[in-house]
């Protein structure tokens, strides 16, 4: 006996999952996980680094894949701000940039 079980969503339609036993928990656990675990959106950093300077140039392009826009931007963070005195990388330093360069990126990919 084969069952269709869809999810009640008004930001997105997904397609139906078939079940093949409606009682089979893992089945319909596993169904919903593969069904939210489906990027909509990918990020790519790169970048390339010269010797003797702090500047680091960097490209981000942001994909949306549910409206198949995307918007780029280059920048040149000061790498010496992500770094101790003495050396250490701040990981905290590293995320908060690439979140802020994250977010200006969403936000102009939605002004366009």
Known sequence: M???VTKDSSSENL???ELANKYDATQLKNAVDDEIARPSATLRISGKMEKYTSKYPLTLTYSDKL???S???KI???V???FTTKGTLVHDAIDSDLKS???TLQQQLHQE
């Open 2 to 4: 084969s069952e269709t």
């Open 15 to 17: 397609p139906p999952v």
């Open 67 to 69: 409206t198949n826009k």
């Open 71 to 73: 918007a780029t931007t």
């Open 76 to 78: 040149e963070p000061n």
């Open 80 to 82: 010496a701000t992500w």
């Open 101 to 103: 360069y994250v977010t």
